[in-house]
């Protein structure tokens, strides 16, 4: 569908660690090829070279220098590392009319809608906190410590969900994959979106 409004929409997907929000994540970007990914800053260290296709890796010190000089659309402390969304290439995307999809923390997210009022919210919801716990510790990457702390933080994110507009249960992966197509393709559609299109056809009569 091509763009009518002038703008492109942005939609912005959250959701704690263990909710499988990567690997939907992953199939949607697969199915809706023109949807642009924004791909976010971190302090963190590389657990897999496939990290570099979602993150740009910065030292403290350049993270925090971004930070002073307002080049982040958000930005947050996540698990004692930064992780933040350059504002620059979202506002070129959608000043051209082509769609955005940013993945953050639910601290960067709450920062996000409230400097982009127009955007699409989707969070991504484990079935319960028990399938949480064993996707976490399947992972076998950290410490029970470490995991402990990331169910905890989870709980708080979860907690925020209200704060979006849409929630997604991923308990069957192809379904949860094919609710949030179904958000991108309705919030691309939405009536808001199309007035100014709809009084140039009207006007032309």
């Known amino acids: 569908m091509p763009d009518t409004s002038g703008k492109g929409c942005l939609f ?3 959701g704690p660690s263990g909710s499988g929000k990567d690997t939907i994540l992953k199939q949607v970007l697969a199915r809706l090829p023109d949807l642009h ?3 976010s800053a971190t302090t963190r260290p590389r657990r897999d070279p496939s990290d570099d296709e979602k ?3 910065m030292t403290r010190e350049e993270f925090e220098q971004g930070i002073a000089a307002g080049t982040f659309l958000e930005h947050a402390r996540y698990v004692d590392h930064y992780y933040g969304t350059p504002a620059g290439p979202i506002e070129a995307w959608r000043a051209k009319g082509e769609d955005v999809l940013v993945e953050c923390e639910v601290q960067g997210a709450l920062q996000i ?3 982009v009022p127009d955007l699409t919210s989707i969070f991504i ?3 319960s906190l028990a399938v949480l716990r ?3 510790q399947n992972r076998q990457t950290e410490t029970a410590e470490q995991t402990e ?3 905890q933080t989870a709980l708080t994110e979860m907690r925020a969900a209200p704060h979006y507009q849409y929630l997604v249960i991923n308990d069957a992966l192809e379904d949860a994959v094919s609710q949030v197509c179904g958000i991108i393709t309705a919030g691309r ?3 808001a979106r199309h007035i100014d299109f709809i009084n140039e056809v009207l006007q032309s009569c």
Do not use: N
């Open 55 to 57: 993150y740009h890796f």
């Open 149 to 151: 702390k990331r169910i």
């Open 113 to 115: 809608m409230q400097r």
């Open 12 to 14: 912005l997907l959250s």
């Open 37 to 39: 990914f924004s791909i």
């Open 125 to 127: 919801m484990p079935p």
């Open 189 to 191: 559609a939405a009536m």
């Open 134 to 136: 064993r996707r976490l």
